[in-house]
């Protein structure tokens, strides 16, 4: 029966996959596909290894501009979420008051609020501070609607770690900017390595703030240089359209690969030890 289960759970694990990565397998195939190919023509899974349509994609879509766009954006957006959260996520953890968990409270509420909802009232306060076709306009954006949910997973992280630590650290002298700088962040890798993945590929593929506030076609991120480009040619080059999209997604699957490693451990720690 044990041997039965196990492969049960091995058949699922791989229809699953299987499922997850049918899209891609496709689409890697019609970014091979010879422009006079066309979309059900010959074998849909023998593609014509035809390369020149990444260079063409590359150089009519102006993807390179978007992904240096939105490279800037997240690592903007990251920076701030990954220090305000940490220090919002350590006095929470470590001052347990009225304020602190009134606080807390409300960014938990503020997790249940789409971010959509917050557009109209986020352009106003854009518009008056001039960040409107900015990328650093777009990465404050974006970390302030990632930043209760990195608040909440840090928090429960810290909570997880033993206060012996910190304690013997203020006994020989250092302060709590020290402690928390010295010996607390350098401990949070794992749930660090987590918040940059859940927000990281949400912001590198933002596209609903995108619209309001990245107008400028100079400004684009990847969704909106690939919305414009699929829009000018409206599914008559497929191969082109795919290739695109496989330069665009490249970035993602390496930052991917270099941090999955904490993925897991960051996730539970901070969200089921706290």
């Known amino acids: 029966m044990k041997k039965l289960s196990l492969c049960v759970r091995y058949l699922a694990i791989a229809l699953i996959s299987l499922l997850c990565l049918t899209p891609f397998a496709i689409l890697l195939i019609l970014s091979l596909n010879t422009p006079q190919r066309n979309f059900y023509d010959g074998n849909m899974f023998l593609p014509d290894f035809y390369f ?13 501009r978007a992904m240096i766009n939105s490279g800037i954006i997240t690592l903007l957006a990251i920076l701030l979420i990954v220090i305000l959260a940490t220090m919002a996520g350590y006095a929470i953890a470590r001052f347990s008051n009225k304020l602190n968990k009134s606080i807390f409270a409300i960014l938990l509420c503020c997790m249940m609020v789409p971010g959509i909802i917050n ?7 854009m518009i ?25 997973v840090f928090t429960g992280f810290i909570k997880a ?3 012996e630590i910190e304690e013997a650290a203020i006994i ?12 607390i962040f350098p401990l949070l890798k794992p749930s660090i390595s987590a918040v940059i993945i859940l927000n990281g590929f949400g ?19 990847v969704p909106q240089a690939l919305s414009v480009y699929f829009q000018q040619f409206a599914g008559a080059k497929w191969n082109l359209l795919a290739a695109t999209a496989v330069i665009a997604i490249i970035p993602v699957v390496i930052v991917f690969l270099a941090f999955q490693k904490n993925l897991m451990q960051g996730l539970t720690d901070g969200a089921l030890k706290g």
């Open 52 to 64: 020149l349509n990444f260079i063409e994609g590359w150089k009519q879509s102006h993807i390179g």
């Open 161 to 163: 770690l033993p206060g």
């Open 172 to 183: 020989d002298g250092c302060s709590y900017f020290q402690v928390f700088w010295k010996i």
């Open 203 to 221: 912001i590198w593929n933002n596209y609903a703030q995108s619209v309001f506030f990245l107008q400028d076609s100079t400004k684009h991120n």
């Open 128 to 152: 008056r501070i001039k960040a409107v076709n900015t990328l650093w306009g777009m990465a404050c954006v974006c970390a302030t609607l990632a930043i209760p949910q990195a608040v909440f």
């Open 119 to 125: 557009t109209v009232p986020l352009y106003s306060l």
